[in-house]
């Protein structure tokens, strides 16, 4: 009997070896299946109007704004507030059966509540914050090739420029502008720099561009944005970037979608890295420079400030490395040891003191 056990003991193990063995070939494949939808694009020719306050998760009208929330415990010195803040949410929606996520999706909204609530709070000490609500394209769309999925984010992108254009109506004139973005919202920050910012009356007023979990290629995007990359932590009107990985880092996945994202070549150009934890171009800095990370309590919707949790440094080609001893954040961590969904947290107190020090370089210039 006890030989038998032991048998059946071994057999389980064996499977799960070949279970796991084949997830990590196959997980790409499994991803794909569960989550690129099957039916063709489909166009919803309503516009959307953002001049009411419902059309926004935070806006300063808007009560119980999940912006302006600060981890318990966290106190800093009483900040300027005398910036306007444009947030774009990253993708929140993850249903499979049509392309872009319908306003009324009560699952992604709140989803998209607590991506606003962990990362646009980096920036609620540098003034008021606007995060419209928008159509995004569904997770499934970054998956795959299909040209359903290019329409499904061009949808997505009008969306962003119509609220963009109600931002700048009604935030006060004159005050300086800080433009953000994570994932999906940083994809059509993108092209909102290119398309509409660049040479706009407002670009002037820019204190700093935060394309964050999206990557930014020095050669072939730079030049269409119109703004540089940040080289130095008190450098105003310029642009900040970094992409997240624990070691070994498979960044295959993020090149493979974003070299084939347009016409325009970016295979193998290097990227922008701005170092979250100095505010500097590339380098690196020990687990000790960071003054918190947030760590998720249980789930995304609280979470604990934890000091010299991570280090990181920029590689080669512009990936932000944390080491192989990344903390457990949960079960939210990508194939690859992508920490993609963690990109704020990470570096949370550090990204809010530099936010600051560029707000502050931009008001003394």
Request: charged fraction near 20%; glycine fraction near 8%.
């Amino acid at each position: 009997m006890a030989r038998r056990f032991l048998w059946i003991i071994a057999i389980l193990i064996i499977l799960l070896l070949v279970g796991a063995l084949g997830y990590r070939l196959f997980e790409r494949t499994l991803m794909r299946a569960a989550l690129v939808p099957s039916a063709s694009f489909a166009a919803d020719k309503t516009s959307m109007e953002y001049r009411p306050a419902s059309m926004w998760i935070a806006r300063p009208d808007i009560a119980d704004n999940p912006a302006l929330w600060l981890p318990e415990g966290f106190e800093e010195r009483a900040p300027a507030r005398n910036a306007s803040v444009f947030f774009i949410h990253p993708t929140s929606y993850l249903d499979r059966s049509r392309w872009n996520s319908p306003l009324e999706d009560a699952d992604s909204q709140q989803r998209a509540r607590l991506f606003v609530r962990s990362q646009a709070s980096v920036f609620n000490g540098a003034g008021d914050i606007w995060a419209p609500k928008y159509r995004q394209a569904t997770f499934g769309a970054f998956l795959t090739r299909r040209e359903d999925a290019a329409m499904a984010l061009d949808f997505a992108y009008r969306d962003i420029l119509a609220a963009y254009e109600e931002f700048i109506r009604q935030a006060p004139a004159g005050r300086p502008i800080i433009l953000a973005g994570h994932s999906q919202g940083s994809l059509h920050l993108t092209r909102l720099l290119a398309e509409r910012v660049k040479g706009s009356p407002e670009a002037g007023r820019i204190a700093a561009i935060y394309i964050v979990g999206w990557p930014v290629s020095i050669p072939v995007d730079l030049p269409r944005f119109g703004f540089p990359a940040c080289a130095a932590p008190d450098q105003s009107g310029c642009i900040v970037s970094w992409q997240s990985f624990a070691e070994p880092a498979d960044t295959d996945m993020v090149t493979d979608i974003y070299e084939a994202s347009d016409s325009r070549s970016r295979a193998g150009t290097p990227m922008v890295c701005t170092n979250p934890l100095t505010g500097a171009a590339g380098g690196a800095a020990g687990a000790a420079a960071n003054s918190g990370t947030l760590r998720p309590n249980g789930d995304l919707s609280d979470a604990t400030l934890v000091k010299a949790a991570v280090p990181a440094r920029c590689d080669g080609r512009g990936f932000l490395l944390i080491g192989k001893d990344a903390p457990d954040l949960g079960p939210y961590v990508l194939p690859g040891n992508n920490y993609h969904v963690f990109d704020y947290a990470l570096f949370w107190a550090n990204a809010r003191a530099d936010v600051g020090r560029r707000l502050a370089a931009f008001t003394a210039r």
